[in-house]
């Protein structure tokens, strides 16, 4: 990786990193219950992707979208967070509530992300579902196929 794009991967990571920080201190969740922040955390972060794959990926250099989307988006969404947050609530006796906090995260998870997509490709012109698949690497911008990665 060239040292301009990894340099955007950190400063963009220590932002991300940032505000998950300041949005876990705003919204602090209560040990074995919902999860409310990293829900959010996830669903505005697939949104942003979305828009930016859309939007801004088609035009921007390769050092942007590493930026934004490997460093920043990438340090401010985590599965990881979602995952102990299942274990958290499934330990504590809430084993419905960690399925239906999974539901939750990957159903408004992908409604984000399909916001996001189909908004960019308006602002920009584009149908929102476009004609044959196309896929976004939030490092390398758009491809013609999935093979292509």
Known sequence: ????????????????TGARLTIDLLV?????GFPASTLVVNVVGAFALGMLVSR???VAPAWVRAGLGA???GSFT?????AVSMVVLTEG???MLAVAYLVTSAVLGFGGAWVGLSLG?????????G?????SNPLRGPTSSLADE
């Open 1 to 16: 990786m060239p040292a301009r794009e990894l340099g955007a991967v950190v400063v963009g990571g220590l932002l991300g």
């Open 28 to 32: 602090p969740d209560p040990r074995g």
């Open 56 to 58: 801004v990926w088609p």
């Open 71 to 73: 460093g920043l988006l």
């Open 78 to 82: 985590t599965f990881s967070a979602l």
């Open 93 to 95: 006796g809430a084993g």
């Open 121 to 129: 490709r308006r602002a920009r012109g584009r149908p929102p579902a």
């Open 131 to 135: 004609g044959g698949p196309t896929h």
